[in-house]
């Protein structure tokens, strides 16, 4: 029953249980989560929501002809990866760490007056 699905449905499937657990993994670590969100320029968030609307739109026909809407999703899908590949890349671990300390030493010494 399960090997009876499209390449398509087997994709999303693994591609939603990747986004879900890396999503769990963050809410786990909320704290770097915190400092993740923060550090994200909100250009960026906006940026990968409009290529998702795009993706969407080209993967179920909406504006773009069959043809043309396979060609936009699998572009879409690349820049979204090619994103988060270039952020991750950048990413530092440190400027977390130094955030999360600044942030505990603000909050201990809002606590102690």
Known sequence: MLLSHSY????????TVVYLLIVGLLAYSR??????????????????AALAL??????NVIVFPE?????????????VYGIALV???????????SYLL??????CSHSTH
């Open 102 to 107: 600044h942030e505990l030493n603000y909050e």
């Open 67 to 79: 043809a043309l809407g396979v060609i936009v999703e699998e572009l879409v899908e690349t820049a």
């Open 8 to 15: 398509d449905w087997w994709e999303d499937a693994v591609l």
């Open 31 to 48: 704290h770097y989560l915190w400092a993740v969100l923060n550090k994200v320029p909100v250009s960026l968030y906006l940026t990968v």
């Open 87 to 97: 952020y991750l890349w950048r990413f530092n671990l440190s400027d977390c760490e």
């Open 54 to 59: 795009l993706q969407y739109m080209g993967e």
